[in-house]
T-cell receptor, first 114, second 111 residues
Framework: EAGVTQSPTHLIKTRGQQATLRCSPI?????VYWYQQALGLGLQFLLW???????NRGNFPPRFSGRQFPNYSSELNVNALELEDSALYLC?????????????FGPGTRLTVT | QKEVEQNSGPLSVPEGAIASLNCTYS??????FFWYRQYSGKSPELIMS????GDKEDGRFTAQLNKASQYVSLLIRDSQPSDSATYLC???????????FGTGTRLQVTL
């Protein structure tokens, strides 16, 4: 069974540009989560999508946004990039949306903002 | 106080020994607890989940949960050099399914 996939693997952007990151969940999983792992800050929750709807977002500015498509894949958009947005962006998926549902991570997209 | 706290390490154990990794959390309403392993430059990999007080064993790994003490731990028996990684404790408080992560404990298994 294929795991969570993410693209691209690496992304280099300049400050002020927009970045789009993509994620395909494990087959049958309907919930998709985005996390940011910046150096020294640990994993921070960004967004949660379930059944095409944004269900929750973390303490990030509105320039972080995304959507979930009918096939449950998702994209994360980061507008007006800032240097501190440089991080590993991780997508996870789960079978359901309950607190006990296990989240499985993709390989991540490393975003570098110069 | 951080929501999920872990000792950053490094925790150094000899090959074949038991490694004990600890995690405390602040939200008494937390319902689900997870341990992830993350190798340098890679994404987190789920090792175990635990939901009820007590022990849960899976191969060389045992997760222990004590909700009264707000404490969860992971024991790794017969530690191998391949176990050298950062171990992340994650907690789901039950509100909106997000996971709150600790900063991780770096484990080094020495030959």
């Amino acid at each position: 069974e294929a795991g969570v996939t993410q693209s691209p693997t690496h992304l280099i952007k300049t400050r002020g540009q927009q970045a789009t990151l993509r994620c395909s969940p494990i087959s049958g999983h309907t919930s998709v989560y985005w996390y940011q792992q910046a150096l020294g800050l640990g994993l921070q929750f960004l967004l949660w999508y379930d059944e095409g709807e944004e269900r929750n977002r973390g303490n990030f500015p509105p320039r972080f946004s995304g959507r979930q498509f009918p096939n449950y894949s998702s994209e994360l958009n980061v507008n007006a990039l800032e240097l501190e947005d440089s991080a590993l962006y991780l997508c996870a998926s789960s079978l359901g949306a309950g607190p006990g549902d296990e989240q499985y991570f993709g390989p991540g997209t490393r975003l570098t903002v110069t | 106080q951080k929501e999920v706290e872990q000792n950053s390490g490094p925790l150094s154990v000899p090959e074949g020994a038991i490694a004990s990794l600890n995690c405390t959390y602040s939200d008494r309403g937390s319902q689900s607890f997870f341990w992830y392993r993350q190798y340098s430059g890679k994404s987190p990999e789920l090792i175990m989940s635990i939901y009820s007080n007590g022990d849960k064993e899976d191969g060389r790994f045992t997760a222990q949960l004590n909700k009264a003490s707000q404490y969860v731990s992971l024991l790794i028996r017969d530690s191998q050099p391949s176990d050298s990684a950062t171990y992340l404790c994650a907690v789901n408080t039950g509100t909106a399914s997000k996971l709150t992560f600790g900063t991780g404990t770096r484990l080094q298994v020495t030959l």
